[in-house]
């Protein structure tokens, strides 16, 4: 058997995974398989989840639904003995070399933690969950042109947004699409002479706001604006996100402006044995770049906690 480490607390587990989306789950599958002690907690909200049916993730032609996909994920990692509880973690506190992982259950010792927490889309204001849900499932109400994009390809579109992340999702989608509408959110549009020249030169259709009154009418989603109703085949919503890492943020990490972690190119985020993967770190939120950043940040761990003591059979 291997000497324990002196440094660590003899109960702490190699390494805590908080989320259960694309991310946490591949790295709970490759820790596992490094035969190392994890523990993934999973509050219940992967925004993995609610995708219908993603058509870009290789190996499935025909597409997955974001539930099914996470299912077989799971179930993969069952397969090599992680465990997944069901939990909201309140807080991460260092602990000497380990960390200290808080939940609205009891608390766990951990020697590193990896955050796989995500992002949280921005809606539209007064867009009730059912018509929300609704649309969604059915394709009329998307978030992810990149994830989506050609599911629109001649259809009508329209986009919730303004200023730069207005404009920039609007003038992606008329790669697939020339009817584009940008809808302001709020009352006029917030768009200077570069964007109005680019969304013109486009022939991206601009309405005032305010939108809302959203209602689901056959195969079309109506959004009641300035000029009155207009219809959509889908509609995205060009309006931000939250990013989860207030729990590494309030444990010491470094994040930018609007909130993402900042990582080194293993995952590591300023707070030794604290790492990061998937959406709650800046770059392409895309499942596959997810998981590719989980096996990185699991490798790494694995390599980490090898120095720290050897990982022997």
Request: with cysteine; hydrophobic share 40%.
């Amino acid at each position: 058997m291997p000497t324990p480490d002196p440094v660590s607390r003899p109960d702490a587990i190699d390494c805590a995974i908080i989320g259960a989306g694309p991310a946490g789950l591949t790295a709970a599958i490759y820790l596992a398989r490094f035969h190392l002690s994890i523990r993934m907690f999973d509050c219940g909200s992967s925004r993995a989840a609610t995708i219908p049916r993603t058509h870009n993730h290789a190996g499935y032609p025909g597409g997955i639904a974001g539930t099914e996909l996470l299912a077989k994920m799971h179930e993969q990692a069952r397969d090599f003995g992680a465990t997944c509880e069901a939990a909201t973690v309140t807080a991460i506190e260092r602990d000497g070399e380990d960390f200290v992982v808080r939940t609205d259950g009891g608390t766990l010792a951990a020697r590193t933690v990896l955050l796989a927490t995500g992002v949280v889309n921005h809606r539209p204001k007064g867009l009730d969950d059912a018509t929300h849900d609704a649309a969604l499932a059915r394709g009329l109400l998307r978030y992810c042109p990149i994830c989506d994009g050609y599911e629109v390809t001649d259809r009508r579109v329209g986009v919730i947004g303004t200023s730069q992340h207005g404009m920039r999702e609007a003038l992606f989608l008329r790669g697939y699409t020339a009817d584009v509408t940008l809808i302001a959110p709020d009352s006029d549009h917030d768009l200077d002479d570069t964007c109005l020249d680019a969304l013109d030169r486009a022939g991206v259709r601009r309405v005032d706001g305010p939108c809302g009154d959203y209602r689901i009418d056959g195969e079309r989603f109506v959004v009641r604006t300035a000029t009155g109703d207009l219809a959509f085949d889908s509609v995205y919503p060009a309006l931000g996100s939250r990013i989860r890492s207030e729990l590494a943020v309030a444990a010491g990490a470094r994040a930018s402006e609007d909130g993402c972690l900042e990582v080194d190119d293993h995952q590591r985020t300023s707070v030794p044995g604290l790492f990061a993967a998937g959406d709650v770190v800046k770059g392409l939120d895309q499942i596959s770049h997810a998981m590719g950043e989980a096996g990185v940040a699991a490798t790494t761990i694995r390599n980490l906690l090898a120095e720290r003591r050897p990982i022997r059979r």
